[in-house]
């Protein structure tokens, strides 16, 4: 049976073009001659219980890479992936500082739930346009204070993050803030790039810390009883507001 699966997941990579994405999620085995085939692959999925042999280093061609939720990934694995630009860290894994620290291509970094990256694994990491970093405890003010090319950030279920650091990323254009109760308004008052923000279930920001940003297209209210129509009347370019189970609104 394993060398029919083999046979097959052959057949298919062999036809695979260099805009393909392997979807290798949750299989308990990985053959190295089937990696043999896919080492131009730009994109590659490698989630839950799959288990990486030595021979993802030749994936040298790799642009994304989802190890989410992976416990067999360790640095060895990735030092030679220079080239990735999209990265997921997120969960459990072996990851550290060390493996993450090199790849200084990354663009798009999510270490949502992860508990073993700090400050220093991004702190170099200055091309970063896309941050990730729900329900992240590690990671501090002093870690993404100078990642000013950041234009999407997600602090949802973030308590580190603080107004001071937030402040600085001028340069933020779509802003998650779901349940996150240290961002205040004098965090987002003057980001006035901001295009996208999402509120859900978010107590802290009042029609203050956004009656400002002006270029709001996208607004999402979800389960936010302090945002009103003091703001939003003044919100003249946001055509997409979701309000549903808002109470003040």
Do not use: W
Not at 152 to 168: A, E, F, Q
């Amino acid at each position: 049976m394993d060398n029919m699966i083999s046979d097959i997941m052959i057949s298919i990579i062999q036809f695979l073009d260099f805009d393909s994405k392997i979807m290798l999620v949750r299989s308990s085995k990985i053959y190295n001659f089937v990696l043999n085939y896919i080492y131009k692959i730009p994109k590659t999925r490698l989630n839950k219980n799959y288990k990486l042999k030595n021979n993802i280093k030749n994936l040298i061609n790799l642009r994304e890479l989802n190890l989410s939720y992976n416990s067999s990934t360790n640095d060895d694995h990735i030092r030679l992936l220079t080239n990735i630009n999209t990265l997921s860290l997120r969960g459990p894994n072996k990851i550290t500082n060390n493996g993450l620290i090199i790849l200084t291509n990354i663009t798009d970094l999510d270490i949502g739930h992860n508990i073993i990256i700090t400050d220093i694994g991004i702190t170099k990491l200055t091309k970063l346009t896309r941050l990730v970093l729900k329900s992240n405890n590690n990671i501090t003010d002093n870690g993404v204070k100078n990642l000013t090319n950041i234009t999407d950030l997600d602090l949802s279920d973030n308590y580190i993050i603080t107004d001071n650091c937030l402040k600085k990323l001028i340069n933020i254009t779509n802003l998650s803030l779901n349940n996150n109760y240290t961002i205040m308004d004098n965090g987002i008052e003057k980001l006035i790039n901001i295009t996208n923000l999402c509120l859900i279930d978010n107590l802290t920001i009042t029609d203050n810390g956004i009656i400002n940003l002006t270029n709001l297209i996208g607004l999402n209210l979800s389960y936010n009883n302090t945002i009103t129509d003091n703001a939003l009347i003044k919100l003249h370019n946001c055509d997409i507001i979701d309000i549903s189970q808002s109470m003040h609104v």
